[in-house]
């Protein structure tokens, strides 16, 4: 992105912040629509929740010194790309690919690069749906294309993500061999758990299928037994007619 040059870094850096944050909110709007128009479709929520953030100053700083850039804003807005972020919690991982599918058809959303770490987990067990995007912000008199992060995950990848981001920190990047080996064992059980909460999922759904058709029998066969009843209502009425005629006459004779 372009940002017109300001008198110092400062008022520049704001001025980042500013359209970092109006890129969030863009998102964030974005993924309101398309969650509600698939529960209208589809009778169910794909996302379970969102959550976003701007990086802090520190985490920025982190960043540009591990990549060994000067800390400026043109480096900022050039190296980092997570500096605005989203989470996207989803309940299955057929959501995850679903939700990514449906963000990289929006027109305005350029899709710069995606990094799948569900297919391709990270060797410390780390699973999550990454992509980096642009999204046009519209200021008064020119329109922005603002970079930023989508992490896309379930809600028991987030969990063993959250644990390990603590234990991160807490160790400074140094966790004892033993505390990242369960780590890495839970990682198998949380892609274990999904897989298995997906096939359940996908159970429960075949069945729901199942009892529409049925209900759709059931009512369809309805309609045919209320038709017979009115047939066979129909004729007892006309014998009783009969009947009632036959007495009367016999009553006459
Ligand atoms: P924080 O505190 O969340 O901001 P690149 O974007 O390509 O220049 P980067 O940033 O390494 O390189 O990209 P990647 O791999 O997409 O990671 C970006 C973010 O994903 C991280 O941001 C974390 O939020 C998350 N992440 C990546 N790997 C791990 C991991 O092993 N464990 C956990 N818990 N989270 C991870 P930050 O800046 O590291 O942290």
Redesign the pocket.
């Known amino acids: 992105m372009e940002l017109p040059k300001l008198y110092n870094e400062t008022e520049e850096w704001s001025q980042a912040l500013m359209l970092y944050d109006a890129a969030l909110k863009e998102i964030n709007t974005k993924l309101e629509i398309l969650n509600n128009e698939f529960k209208l479709a589809h009778q169910y929520n794909p996302i379970e929740h969102i959550t976003s953030r701007l990086?802090s100053p520190k985490?920025i700083a982190k960043?540009l010194l591990r990549y060994e850039y000067e800390l400026n804003v043109d480096n900022i807005i050039e190296h980092v790309?997570?500096v605005a972020?989203i989470r996207i919690i989803c309940s299955f991982t057929s959501d995850i690919y679903r939700i990514a599918d449906l963000i990289s058809k929006l027109s305005d959303i350029k899709v710069i690069t995606i990094?799948d770490y569900i297919a391709n987990p990270?060797p410390?067990g780390?699973t999550s749906y990454?992509m980096i995007v642009t999204v046009p912000v519209y200021l008064s008199s020119v329109t922005i294309d603002i970079k930023v992060?989508i992490?896309i995950r379930t809600i028991a990848m987030d969990f063993w993500?959250s644990l390990?981001?603590k234990i991160?920190y807490k160790f400074e990047g140094n966790a004892p061999e033993h505390i990242r080996k369960e780590l890495k064992e839970c990682s198998e059980l949380v892609s274990y758990l999904d897989q298995r909460m997906l096939s359940i999922n996908e159970e429960i759904q075949s069945y729901s299928a199942q009892q529409s058709i049925e209900a759709i029998v059931d009512e369809e066969e309805g309609k045919k037994d209320t038709k017979k009843d009115k047939k066979e209502q129909k004729k007892t009425d006309k014998n009783r007619m009969l009947l009632g005629f036959g007495a009367l006459f016999g009553q006459g004779g």
Do not use: C, I, L, V
Request: cysteine-free; hydrophobic content about 5%.
């Open positions: 990086k985490s960043k790309n997570d972020g990094k990270k410390n780390y990454h992060e992490q993500a390990e981001h991160y």
